[in-house]
């Protein structure tokens, strides 16, 4: 089962930045948070990952709280574009662990 | 450098009948897991194979097989097809170096309709 809770959709004007929260308040010490996005039933595409620290990359930032119990997922400035379903997962560093999606954030960029 | 490539891109196939997807990772990805995509399921772990070992599966009745070969390509069979096997059936590939960060790569897809 996954092991995180999303918001079943956003909306968020172009322009402005897009926060899509995930909680994951079961989250272990060896696991990864990962972000992908899926537009129009293509194949996932990876975003960002993180374990402790707050990631950053041309893509999006990723804020992870200290107690790691939750996570945001920051596009600075949405675009048309970025109209996507979002998916937080964590996993463990091992291979032995599944990579489980839930249902994810369904964002809505808005002209 | 090449991303992972999934055929076919679509098929019909009839109730009873059984099919073959194939999965080429990106050269130098030793994973291969494949997923199930249907609108009331959403994303669903078939298995994943590691160095032609099966090393996780979902809970998928036994008509799912897959099978990963030394160059690392992957092929999934479904068998006596039922017409709620109609989905997109996802490939994704890792690098999988050992512990650490593993991000996957994502085929486009091969979706598959059932008569």
């Known amino acids: 089962d996954a092991k995180t809770t999303q918001p079943p959709s956003m909306d968020c004007a172009e322009g402005r930045a897009a926060n899509l929260p995930c909680n994951h308040s079961?989250?272990?010490?060896?696991?990864?948070v990962y972000w992908y996005r899926q537009i129009h039933s293509q194949g996932p595409q990876y975003i960002i990952h993180g374990l402790k620290n707050n990631e950053t990359n041309e893509m999006a930032s990723l804020i992870i709280t200290e107690d790691r119990k939750s996570s945001t997922l920051i596009l600075p400035h949405a675009t048309l574009r970025d109209t996507a379903v979002y998916y937080c997962i964590v996993r463990g560093a091992s291979g032995t662990y599944k990579y489980i999606f839930g249902t994810g954030t369904r964002l809505k960029v808005l002209a | 450098k090449a991303g992972v490539t999934q055929t076919p891109r679509y098929l019909i196939k009839t109730r009873g009948q059984q099919v073959t997807l194939s999965c080429s990772p990106i050269?130098?990805?030793?994973?291969v897991s494949w997923y199930q995509q249907t609108p009331g399921q959403g994303l669903q772990f078939l298995f994943e194979y590691f160095s032609e070992t099966q090393r996780n599966k979902g809970n998928f009745p036994g008509r799912f097989s897959g099978r990963q070969f030394s160059n690392s390509r992957s092929e999934m069979n479904v068998s006596t097809l039922e017409l709620g096997d109609s989905a997109l059936y996802l490939c994704?590939?890792?690098?999988?170096?050992?512990?650490?960060?593993?991000?996957?790569?994502f085929g486009a897809g091969s979706r598959l309709t059932v008569l």
């Open positions: 050269s130098g990805h030793r994973s």
């Open positions: 994704a590939s890792s690098l999988e170096a050992g512990s650490g960060a593993n991000v996957l790569t």
């Open positions: 079961t989250i272990s010490g060896n696991e990864y």
